[in-house]
């Protein structure tokens, strides 16, 4: 299974902290030594402020060695620093926490930096003290007061480059919290401020990334690091699989998947057979045409990039939707469950995904025959014949399968009697969109056109806009 896992692939997306459970994950999983992992949680606490968990982990990977002084040093100085940060931040949280002054506070940032420069002496400088303490504070591993100090820096501050990369720090703290309602409003936040405006550059970034100044390219970068943020939030929030999909399937960040990140087609697959069941449940009712048709959409990207990846969670997909092979889809599916169980982000879904994706083959078996043994599609599901009948069963009754599908437990047969779709129906779902999508072609081309033309005069008059570099949450060590 460790052929399968993506946490070193993952890594270079997130940001110092946010690689903390993933190691811990690995720690627990036994998918490496054990000895590796604890190496590589000392090397990451080390570049932090949290000096007495890098001192513990150093004991834990070095028991014969002594703790070298420098830790107390660094300790030392963290103290200090976080006193002095804090008795600025004061400065200006006295001021703010101030009844009569939030009652005067308005949505103009501007403004209300005249009304505070005016009546309480508070400038810009003073104000991204609560900035900088934040920051420390997400060093320090106080994730919660990080939040709170970057949230209020972000109300008052006219600075867009740290507002960016507060936004980021927001995010991050609110996802090592497990705010999860929270955590996903700010996802989509950035999501806005991303697409709104190219340079919305992460934390952490790499310094030949951050060298560019292509503002394409660097909202394609934006995009693949709130990609891999955005599983944290999707894949622990109540309604997050859908949202999944919601998000991953439109044509930007689908792009973006297929351009920079391919592996996050496992996470996009997987939500896909997660949703799938519910959504065949409950019918059209409260689920967009994106979710209910989302495996077609996953199947061909799949089809499209599996030349750039594939695992057994997509290739289980490909077999069944794309091969119709039963035999190897059973034995994909076979390994994709023990993908997902050591996944840090799918581990908890283990049951769902196997409860999903046996749906998925009695469904498109269902849909190629008319009389089914019971007992053959019980070991195309992986179930022995007793646990196959009683879950045959019980999807037939809570599903919309049962309209059309009667079991015989005599024969030990299930009778599927499905009346013909009339022609003329069939031609309708075929055409549908037809005529919109021919007017969007023509205007895309008209304008494609007109463009052209003018390309030159407006490059002329096109004032160039310099890319804005924001500050990363968490000075690198």
Not at 386 to 398: P, S, T
């Amino acid at each position: 299974m460790a052929d399968y896992d993506l946490t070193q692939t993952i890594i270079p997306y997130c940001d110092r902290h946010l690689v903390f459970p993933l190691l811990a994950h690995l720690a627990e999983s036994d998918l490496f030594p054990q000895e590796q992992v604890q190496i590589a949680q000392y090397e990451l606490a080390k570049g932090t402020n949290m000096v007495d968990y890098a001192v513990t982990l150093f004991q834990g990977v070095y028991p014969d060695e002594e703790i070298p002084p420098e830790f107390s040093g660094k300790r030392e100085k963290a103290v200090s620093e976080n006193e002095r940060l804090q008795e600025e931040a004061q400065t200006v949280l006295n001021v703010i926490e101030n009844p009569e002054v939030a009652q005067a506070l308005r949505q103009d940032k501007i403004q209300n930096l005249a009304y505070l420069k005016e009546k309480h002496n508070v400038t810009l400088e003073q104000i991204t003290a609560l900035y900088n303490f934040g920051q420390f504070q997400y060093t320090y591993g106080n994730y919660s007061g990080a939040a709170d100090y970057l949230y209020h820096f972000r109300v008052l501050s006219t600075d867009t480059d740290l507002n960016i990369s507060a936004h980021w720090g927001k995010l991050a703290s609110d996802i090592l919290t497990g705010k999860w309602d929270t955590a996903l409003e700010e996802l989509n936040s950035l999501r806005e401020a991303i697409d709104a405006r190219a340079p919305a550059i992460p934390p952490s970034f790499t310094s030949s990334t951050s060298a560019t100044s292509d503002p394409a390219l660097l909202q394609l970068h934006s995009r693949t690091w709130l990609l891999h943020w955005s599983l944290f939030v999707y894949f622990n929030h109540p309604q997050g699989r859908t949202l999944l999909l919601e998000t991953f399937l439109t044509p930007t960040y689908l792009n973006t998947i297929q351009t920079s990140c391919p592996w996050i087609l496992r996470y996009l697959a997987t939500a896909a057979i997660l949703s799938r069941k519910a959504s065949s449940s409950s019918g059209a009712g409260g689920q967009s045409s994106r979710v209910r048709n989302a495996i077609k959409e996953v199947v061909k990207v799949i089809q499209t990039e599996e030349y750039q990846y594939q695992d057994p969670i997509t290739r289980f997909l490909k077999e069944l939707y794309g091969e119709f092979d039963f035999e190897a889809a059973q034995r994909e599916l076979g390994v994709a469950e023990s993908v997902v169980a050591n996944d840090f982000f799918l581990g908890d879904f283990r049951e769902e995904f196997l409860d999903n994706a046996r749906y998925l083959i009695s469904e498109a078996y269902c849909r190629i025959h008319q009389r089914i043994d019971i007992g053959d599609l019980s070991e195309r599901l992986n179930l022995s014949k007793d646990e196959g009948e009683k879950w045959i069963v019980n999807l037939i009754r809570e599903t919309r399968m049962g309209a059309d599908a009667k079991i015989d437990l005599e024969k030990n047969v299930i009778s599927i009697n499905r009346p013909p779709l009339p022609i003329y129906q069939s031609v309708i779902e075929k055409t549908r969109g037809l005529a919109f999508r021919t007017q969007a072609m023509g205007a895309a081309m008209s304008r494609s056109g007109g463009s052209n033309s003018n390309n030159n005069s407006s490059n002329r008059e096109a004032a160039p806009v310099a890319p804005e570099q924001p500050v990363a949450v968490e000075a690198r060590g």
